[in-house]
């Protein structure tokens, strides 16, 4: 045996006396029993730790957006409404203005002079318009974006919740904040295409009949005065200076009511053929008046 290796005894079973384990005793030469390999002592295994499990993580809340429910739009419904107010007021004042000058109670200084000043706040408060449209509609496309984003997060959240990853109390409070959040840009939304509606409607507050009036009024005007010019009562420079932004104006008054005025032509037409009908005994005299009746309400409907 090699010194320093630890050498396997066994006891011999004739002289009971703790040998090297060998086929015979070295004492009394009985043969020894076939020595057992040394037994390991099996060390328990620490108990293998599964990885532990990542917390539950819901879902990344988005960043905090800001609110596209602007504070801006506080009061912005009165302002539209006065803006489109004192425009309908300019138009109205504009053309009695020259009804006035045209009937000779306005000299012709005086009438420049204010005509100038309403045209200048008229052209004024319509550009304040035309920004307020820019603004409102690309406000309106901000809170479209933003609702569809919260619509989606609302789906997700809901998924993540139905497979188990989100818990109920996590999924109910962030779902309540989602749809708060919905629900204030829908109303944002809603208050916007009311401005915008407000505001793409010049002479909104005016009946159809009430336009019709006023183009009338003002190109019979526009041509008494255009007569005037021509017999001397009146200096072209007056006409020359307002020219141009009166004919613009009974342009834009037809605009507004030119679909209208088609509509009344052809019943008028119709009415025109009918009476024909009547004179040539096409039709009864009863058969007339009812038809006409008819015709002529149409008409009241078309300016009412």
Same mark, same amino acid.
């Given at each position: 045996?090699?010194?320093?290796?630890?050498?396997?005894?066994?006891?011999?079973?004739?002289?009971?006396?703790?040998?090297?384990?060998?086929?015979?005793?070295?004492?009394?030469?009985?043969?020894?029993?076939?020595?057992?390999?040394?037994?390991?002592?099996?060390?328990?295994?620490?108990?293998?730790?599964?990885?532990?499990?990542?917390?539950?993580?819901?879902?990344?809340?988005?960043?905090?957006?800001?609110?596209?429910?602007?504070?801006?739009?506080?009061?912005?419904?009165?302002?539209?409404?006065?803006?489109?107010?004192?425009?309908?007021?300019?138009?109205?004042?504009?053309?009695?203005?020259?009804?006035?000058?045209?009937?000779?109670?306005?000299?012709?200084?005086?009438?420049?002079?204010?005509?100038?000043?309403?045209?200048? +706040?008229?052209?004024?408060?319509?550009?304040?318009?035309?920004?307020?449209?820019?603004?409102?509609?690309?406000?309106?496309?901000?809170?479209?974006?933003?609702?569809?984003?919260?619509?989606?997060?609302?789906?997700?959240?809901?998924?993540?919740?139905?497979?188990?990853?989100?818990?109920?109390?996590?999924?109910?409070?962030?779902?309540?904040?989602?749809?708060?959040?919905?629900?204030?840009?829908?109303?944002?939304?809603?208050?916007?295409?009311?401005?915008?509606?407000?505001?793409?409607?010049?002479?909104?507050?005016?009946?159809?009949?009430?336009?019709?009036?006023?183009?009338?009024?003002?190109?019979?005007?526009?041509?008494?005065?255009?007569?005037?010019?021509?017999?001397?009562?009146?200096?072209?420079?007056?006409?020359?200076?307002?020219?141009?932004?009166?004919?613009?104006?009974?342009?834009?008054?037809?605009?507004?009511?030119?679909?209208?005025?088609?509509?009344?032509?052809?019943? +008028?037409?119709?009415?025109?053929?009918?009476?024909?009908?009547?004179?040539?005994?096409?039709?009864?005299?009863?058969?007339?008046?009812?038809?006409? +009746?008819?015709?002529?309400?149409?008409?009241?409907?078309?300016?009412?």
């Amino acid at each position: 045996m090699l010194a320093g290796l630890e050498e396997t005894r066994i006891r011999c079973p004739n002289c009971g006396r703790n040998v090297p384990a060998m086929k015979y005793c070295i004492y009394c030469g009985a043969q020894l029993p076939t020595a057992l390999p040394p037994q390991r002592i099996e060390r328990p295994r620490p108990t293998e730790v599964p990885p532990p499990v990542p917390p539950l993580v819901p879902p990344p809340t988005p960043p905090a957006q800001p609110s596209l429910a602007a504070p801006s739009l506080t009061g912005l419904e009165g302002e539209v409404a006065s803006l489109m107010s004192n425009i309908s007021t300019l138009y109205t004042r504009k053309v009695a203005l020259f009804k006035l000058f045209q009937s000779g109670e306005v000299s012709e200084t005086i009438f420049l002079k204010l005509y100038n000043e309403y045209s200048g +706040k008229l052209s004024e408060m319509l550009n304040t318009r035309v920004r307020r449209l820019e603004d409102l509609r690309r406000r309106l496309d901000e809170v479209n974006r933003r609702l569809n984003e919260v619509a989606l997060n609302i789906e997700e959240l809901s998924v993540r919740h139905k497979i188990g990853e989100v818990d109920l109390t996590t999924f109910s409070q962030k779902s309540e904040k989602l749809k708060i959040e919905q629900r204030e840009l829908e109303n944002t939304a809603k208050s916007i295409k009311a401005n915008l509606e407000r505001l793409e409607k010049i002479l909104g507050d005016k009946s159809p009949s009430e336009i019709r009036d006023m183009e009338a009024g003002l190109q019979a005007a526009y041509d008494a005065i255009k007569k005037m010019v021509e017999e001397g009562k009146v200096s072209s420079t007056v006409l020359n200076n307002v020219k141009s932004d009166v004919e613009e104006t009974i342009a834009f008054l037809d605009s507004l009511i030119r679909e209208r005025k088609e509509r009344e032509r052809i019943l +008028k037409e119709e009415i025109e053929a009918l009476q024909a009908r009547y004179k040539i005994g096409e039709i009864t005299i009863e058969e007339y008046e009812k038809r006409k +009746k008819e015709l002529q309400e149409e008409i009241n409907k078309v300016w009412s």
